[in-house]
């Protein structure tokens, strides 16, 4: 079993930044990739960044591109999530995922269902 932890959430105004982290307790090597989805009240849970741990390759949601930067330590087995020009809509419970199922593309690693490993969120709310 792996535990994901989350911290750096909190209350930042729009236009503003913040760096989220997420440390897995211990190192497996079944995880193929790490990532963030988030989850706004009333809304489903939708998928943010991800980072392939082999080789790091990055994949984003559109609505996020250019603006956020997914990135890992792996000597520490932590990822990152650097978020700049945060907009109100942003505002929501992240949650860091971990899958250990291999699929053949980054879409399959977008899907809530897919993920294997939760972490327990951390709430990030932009003011306007």
């Known amino acids: 079993q792996v535990q994901l932890v989350e911290s750096g959430g909190g209350l930042v105004q729009a236009g503003g930044s913040l760096r989220l982290s997420c440390a897995a307790s211990?190192?497996?090597?079944?995880?193929?990739?790490m990532g963030w989805f988030r989850q706004a009240p009333g809304k489903e849970r939708e998928f943010v960044a991800g980072i392939i741990l082999s080789g790091g390759n990055t994949y984003y949601a559109d609505s996020v591109k250019g603006r956020f930067t997914i990135s890992r330590e792996n000597a520490k087995n932590t990822i990152y999530l650097q978020m700049n020009s945060l907009k109100t809509e942003d505002t929501a419970v992240y949650y860091c995922?971990?899958?250990?199922?291999?699929?053949?593309?980054?879409?399959?690693?977008?899907?809530?269902?897919?993920?294997?490993?939760w972490g327990q969120g951390t709430q990030v709310t932009v003011s306007s």
């Open positions: 211990r190192r497996t090597f079944s995880m193929y990739t």
């Open positions: 995922a971990a899958t250990t199922t291999y699929y053949s593309g980054t879409y399959y690693y977008s899907l809530p269902r897919n993920v294997d490993y």
